[in-house]
C-alpha cells in the first residue's frame, strides 16, 4: 500500500506562483516505480491530467499549462513536485497527486485546493 499526501495549495493572485508537494509512504518499491501524475478537477467538471512524470524521468503536460507548470521528483524524498508560475484564474481547482504502478495498482492523495484571483 502507498499513501499519498498533497500540500502546497492556496489563494494567489493571477501571474503569481505556487508549489505543489505530493510525498508518498508505504510501499517504498512501488514509489520508485510508479508513474507519478498530477490531476485537477474545477466544480461541475471532470478530473483531468495537468502533468505527470514517469519513473525514468520522462515528462508530459496538459496544452493549457505547458510552459508555465513543471513537475519533477525526489526519489530520496518519495516526493514529486508541480511548479506553477504564470497562474490564471482558470487554473483554479483542487489538484490530486495520482500514483500508478502499470497494471498492478493506482493510488490518489486527498486533493489540495488551489485557488487563483484575477
Known amino acids: 500500500q502507498v499513501q499519498l499526501v498533497e500540500s502546497g495549495g492556496g489563494l494567489v493572485q493571477a501571474g503569481g506562483s505556487l508549489r505543489l508537494s505530493c510525498t508518498a509512504s508505504g510501499d517504498i518499491f512501488n514509489i520508485n516505480t510508479m508513474i507519478m501524475g498530477w490531476y485537477r478537477q474545477a466544480p461541475g467538471k471532470q478530473r483531468d491530467l495537468v502533468a505527470a512524470?514517469?519513473?525514468?524521468?520522462?515528462?508530459n503536460y496538459a496544452g493549457s499549462v505547458k510552459g508555465r507548470f513543471t513537475i519533477f521528483k525526489t526519489n530520496a524524498k518519495n516526493t514529486v513536485y508541480l511548479q506553477m508560475n504564470s497562474l490564471k484564474p482558470e487554473d483554479t481547482a483542487v489538484y490530486y497527486c495520482?500514483?500508478?504502478?502499470?497494471?498492478?495498482?493506482?493510488?490518489w492523495g486527498q486533493g489540495t485546493q488551489v485557488t487563483v484571483s484575477s
Open positions: 512524470i514517469t519513473s525514468g524521468g520522462s515528462t
Open positions: 495520482r500514483g500508478t504502478v502499470v497494471g498492478a495498482a493506482d493510488y
